[in-house]
């Protein structure tokens, strides 16, 4: 079945960078585009971007341009995605998610990855 | 951005009976192409979320049919027919027709 795997929690200073992994399995990495999210400590969503993991192209929202990079391995089939000069306020749970173009919904989660900025 | 408005943001039910979540779009979510991409996503506690329903009023794969969508260009519903005790959890709908947006979240509980 479908599944997507993240790396493991993170703890880091402020102003460090942190990247994280995706790594799909069940299907065709390079079919389908990969969403990253965040969610804060009991807040809700926030979309951060996408990547194409067929051609590397990529979308990010507003608010984190310049400070988020997704990138994607095709040759071990995992996606990254790096946030730099890290403050306080993103501390979250970043979560991988595919989001098949047909539908437009995000049909497979990954667990999610924590990741505490704390000086 | 497409503001998406729910509520409520909480909602206490007895078990066996229904609910109903609302979800409001600052602006149509009638795509270009013709589709509505409005999806509902529940997340349980401790879990990541989970799709049910697609496109309005398509459920997911393996989503109990107690579960359904409903609604038209700004104005969508998520229906529970019955609620059972695994279906707390917070509630999200999200657009994904113009960028991606999510809902505050509706926190549903047992009475």
């Known amino acids: 079945q479908v599944q997507l795997v993240q790396s493991g929690a993170e703890v880091k200073k402020p102003g460090a960078s942190v990247k994280v992994s995706c790594k799909p399995s069940g299907y065709t990495f390079t079919d389908y585009y990969m969403h990253w999210m965040r969610q804060a400590p009991g807040e809700g969503l926030e979309w951060m971007g996408w990547?194409?993991?067929?051609?590397?192209?990529?979308n990010y929202a507003q608010k984190f341009q310049g400070r988020v990079t997704m990138t994607r391995d095709t040759s071990i089939s995992t996606a990254y995605m790096e946030l730099t000069e890290l403050r306080s306020d993103d501390t979250a749970v970043y979560y991988c998610a595919r989001n098949p173009a047909a539908i437009r919904a995000f049909d497979c989660w990954g667990q999610g990855t924590l990741v505490t900025v704390s000086s | 951005d497409i503001v998406m408005t729910q509520t409520p943001l909480s909602s206490p039910v007895t078990l066996g009976q229904p609910a109903s979540i609302s979800c409001r779009s600052s602006q149509s979510l009638v795509h270009s192409d013709g589709n509505t991409y409005l999806s509902w996503l529940q997340q349980r506690p401790g879990q990541p979320p989970r799709l049910l329903i697609y496109k309005i009023s398509n459920r997911f794969s393996g989503v109990p049919d107690r579960f359904s969508g409903s609604g038209a260009g700004t104005d969508f519903t998520l229906k529970i027919s019955r609620v059972e005790a695994e279906d707390v959890g917070v509630y999200y709908c999200?657009?994904?027709?113009?960028?991606?947006?999510f809902g505050q979240g509706t926190q549903l509980e047992i009475k």
């Open positions: 999200t657009q994904a027709t113009q960028s991606y947006t």
């Open positions: 990547i194409n993991s067929n051609s590397g192209g990529t």
